[in-house]
T-cell receptor
Framework: KQEVTQIPAALSVPEGENLVLNCSFT??????LQWFRQDPGKGLTSLLLIQSSQREQTSGRLNASLDKSSGRSTLYIAASQPGDSATYLCAVALDSGYSTLTFGKGTMLLVSP | DGGITQSPKYLFRKEGQNVTLSCEQN?????MYWYRQDPGQGLRLIYYSQIVNDFQKGDIAEGYSVSREKKESFPLTVTSAQKNPTAFYLCASSWVSGGARVAKNIQYFGAGTRLSVL
């Protein structure tokens, strides 16, 4: 059974720092990996999706990398801002024509001014 | 506006009562999903449906039931058999077939329903 682990569980940084969030998964036969953002009491917003054949995806100050063989992904946030404060969730879809997502528990990020 | 609408935002259940959470989407997505989120936890899959009149159990289906009579609607009933229903419930939808292959599996989420027990 696929298991997804996110480290650290919580992170507090001052504004302007570059930071890395980590995600690992036990079954490397994935179809894709997504990073989501969740604000308190809200739904999820998709940030980046990396297909299994890709190594990285970028969107603005966010960069996500994927090392499928080692079962790892990182989300890099450059020049963090207080508005980045949220919980970041990693989720993987298994390699089948249709599949559901398996989520990690998330990393709660606090960026202080 | 295209999107996924969940209602109500807050719901309270009395002991022994069944309650139904609504999820509607106007994105013309094939698949719909229900997840449960507990504090400090990731999302766990309750049920999912790929097409109308068909659905499959997820990891924690016990105590829940669903129906998929229309493509745009996927209501979730929390039955009295679910002994610990207090949680945040999220509905999502995605394409399964058609369009660019890359669009598959990108799930779009509603704003959630917070269920509490009185």
């Amino acid at each position: 059974k696929q298991e997804v682990t996110q480290i650290p569980a919580a992170l507090s940084v001052p504004e302007g720092e570059n930071l890395v969030l980590n995600c690992s998964f036990t079954d490397s036969a994935i179809y894709n990996l997504q990073w989501f953002r969740q604000d308190p009491g809200k739904g999820l917003t998709s940030l980046l999706l990396i297909q299994s054949s890709q190594r990285e995806q970028t969107s603005g100050r966010l960069n996500a990398s994927l090392d499928k063989s080692s079962g790892r992904s990182t989300l890099y946030i450059a020049a963090s801002q207080p508005g980045d404060s949220a919980t970041y969730l990693c989720a993987v879809a298994l390699d089948s024509g249709y599949s559901t997502l398996t989520f990690g528990k998330g990393t709660m990020l606090l960026v202080s001014p | 506006d295209g999107g996924i609408t969940q209602s109500p935002k807050y719901l309270f259940r009395k002991e022994g009562q069944n309650v139904t959470l609504s999820c509607e989407q106007n994105l013309n997505h094939d698949a719909m999903y229900w997840y449960r989120q507990d504090p400090g936890q990731g999302l766990r899959l309750i049920y999912y449906s790929q097409i109308v009149n068909d659905f499959q159990k997820g990891d924690i289906a016990e105590g829940y039931s669903v129906s998929r009579e229309k493509k745009e609607s996927f209501p979730l009933t929390v039955t009295s058999a679910q002994k610990n229903p207090t949680a945040f419930y999220l509905c999502a939808s995605s394409w399964v077939s058609g369009g660019a292959r890359v669009a598959k599996n990108i799930q779009y989420f509603g704003a959630g329903t917070r269920l509490s027990v009185l």
